[in-house]
């Protein structure tokens, strides 16, 4: 990318940001802690500015200074069914709900067939897990205790032990899993 098309690419970010969040110039001058001026230079595309009013213009904005200078991505990009990745533990299937990697965390839809069971893998210690049950019945058992979840229901449990899945009913169960990593691990 040329120099000039950083200018313009900065200027048309900066306005759409602005704008979409219902903001004047006057407004998010101010909340930047720049001068008006500086902030209508930025959206004109033809500003040279400092990395600190950059930072200011992002912090204020609340995005990164690369979403700044960086060309538009797309507004949205679909995923079709089947196309995010899938395995099947023991009975069940368990789909990946998000196509890119959060940090620290795993978030997926688990399907056990009736009457099937899936084995959890511990984590590190100090990882968490959030379980909830969408449809059917699931029998949760962590630390050797028994928790019974049924549509709505939210288990809460330290993901570092041992811990399984089991559907108690005659349909399938489908449930959510949120695994949030310990730092570090």
């Known amino acids: 990318m040329e120099g000039g098309d950083v200018g313009a690419t900065l200027g048309r970010n900066i306005k759409l940001l602005r704008e979409a969040r219902g903001f004047s110039q006057q407004q998010i001058a101010k909340l930047a802690g720049v001068p008006r001026a500086t902030w209508s230079h930025l959206e004109s595309g033809d500003a040279n500015p400092t990395l600190g009013v950059l930072h200011r213009a992002a ?64 984590h590190t210690p100090g990882t968490r897990e959030y379980l909830t049950c969408e449809a059917g019945d699931l029998e949760l058992v962590v630390g050797g205790e028994r928790f019974r979840l049924g549509p709505g229901d939210v288990a809460v449990f330290r993901g570092d032990q041992r811990h399984s899945y089991h559907n108690t009913g005659r349909r399938p169960a489908v449930g959510y899993s949120v695994v949030v990593l310990a730092r570090g691990g």
Do not use: F
């Open 59 to 122: 912090v204020a904005l609340q995005v990164s200074i690369e979403e700044l200078i960086s060309a538009p991505r797309a507004a949205c990009r679909l995923y079709p069914a089947g196309t995010l990745p899938v395995r099947t533990p023991g009975q069940a299937l368990v789909r990946k709900l998000l196509p890119d990697p959060i940090p620290g965390m795993e978030i997926d839809r688990i399907e056990v067939a009736p009457g099937g069971r899936m084995t959890g893998v511990p």
